[in-house]
């Protein structure tokens, strides 16, 4: 018989468990970012150098020990990241107790063969992906982890030669970027060895591992399949883009001007007679009021309107002028708290927060208006100006937190036509494409 103790525990258990590969996945994502900005520097002081005509300069910057540094530091990191989750696997399903005593002296790919095994019934065999990933990962990191120096004797000719057999750790960038591809292979393939446990192991991917330059620039090589159609489609797609974000803030003007005249008209009245009717001041309210729920809408409408002629420029510009539309820069570059640097704000979406507490405002003087004709006092001495303060406070929180333009992802369009003159289109197929606004375009 078996030991009850032995046997695979059946999931969700009434505890909880830590991530330690999740966090050694994001250093290795950290690590990535690195190893790109210190390749490319390194080339471009390769390069000043060589125009400057300094050969030896160009070999020794090409050769740069930063990018080094870091390529060895993802093959480690991602090699205690496939370790990490190889154990928290044993430990999910075995217990520590178990685990320890029959699993964890193995190395980590047998290690992981017996995990699947014991616990699924499934075998592993050597040469599945998810097994050549783990091996190679794991042999990347325990070159470097357990570095041994070498041996060199000389010859007979006197030639100093290495007699040591020990393969040396790998130093170049490419065995970072080799790594870092293998690993998001790895985290991918992995929640299907065990249906039991697939949600914990649900980790976002890798960004890309190329060097971003080169990944930039070959977007836009080659020659250009020019189709005159997708050309003048495209070439019609940004001017009606143009057109629509010149109409956005003629339209936002047009509510600006409106919305300050009552403000102006308010105040005036409520300044120079005291005692003016109170339908005055209500009607005036209710003019604020309505405006600037027309100019949240009129916001929400040309945003649509924008992203609409966007997703053509992102379909179209491909065959034409290559994705240089859709390729935003990384917004992390420009973190909050420079407060003089740039950052990733969306002016619609300020303007729509805006005119949200602009409406809210006029809301609010227009029940202080009612409140005088039904006489009707403060909860409590200061409630109106709390009440203010919350509203303020609120609107910069949004500001903050809801006007930022959101991450790249995908998404599926569907589009529609038009009927003209009775006849109906077929609608048109749907297409996958890059979420607009949380690509970082905006409203200039």
Known sequence: MSD????????????????????????VARLLQQLDEAVE???????????AGDELGADLASADFHAQMYSRAIQIFAGMTVEATVNLYGLMRFSE????????????????????????????AKDEEIVLLASALMARRNAHAHMRGQESSPDESGTFQTVTQRPQPERHPSAGYKSAAELSRFVELFPRLDP???????????????????????????TAQINTRAEAALKNALDIRKFEIDLYWKRSAYFWAFIAAAFAGYFIVLKSDANAP???LFAINCLGFTFSVGWYFANRGSKFWQENWEQHVDLLEDEVTGPLYKTVIDRKQ??????????????????????LYVSAIWLFLGGRSLSFVWRINEPFRGFNLLLLSVLTVGAIVLLYRNGRTGEPASRILRFTRRVVGGVVVKPVPTVASEDADAAGRDVP
Do not use: C, W
Not at 203 to 216: E, H, I, Q, T, V
């Open 196 to 222: 039991t446990t697939s949600f914990i192991f649900l980790l976002p991917m890798l960004p890309d591992p190329a060097p971003p330059l080169d990944k930039y620039l070959q977007q836009f090589r080659g």
């Open 4 to 27: 009850p103790e032995s046997t695979p525990r059946q999931l969700p258990l009434t505890g909880g468990f830590s991530l330690p590969q999740s966090e050694l996945l994001h250093d």
């Open 278 to 280: 109170s339908e005055i």
């Open 97 to 124: 107790k178990v685990y320890e005593e029959r699993f964890e002296r193995l190395p980590v790919v047998p290690r992981l063969r017996a995990l699947v095994r014991e616990a699924t019934g499934k075998e592993l």
């Open 334 to 355: 420009y973190p909050f708290r420079r407060l003089f640097g740039p950052f990733a704000f969306s002016l619609s979406k300020l303007n729509t927060i805006l005119s």
């Open 41 to 51: 520097g390194a080339k471009m002081r390769s390069e000043q150098f060589r125009a």
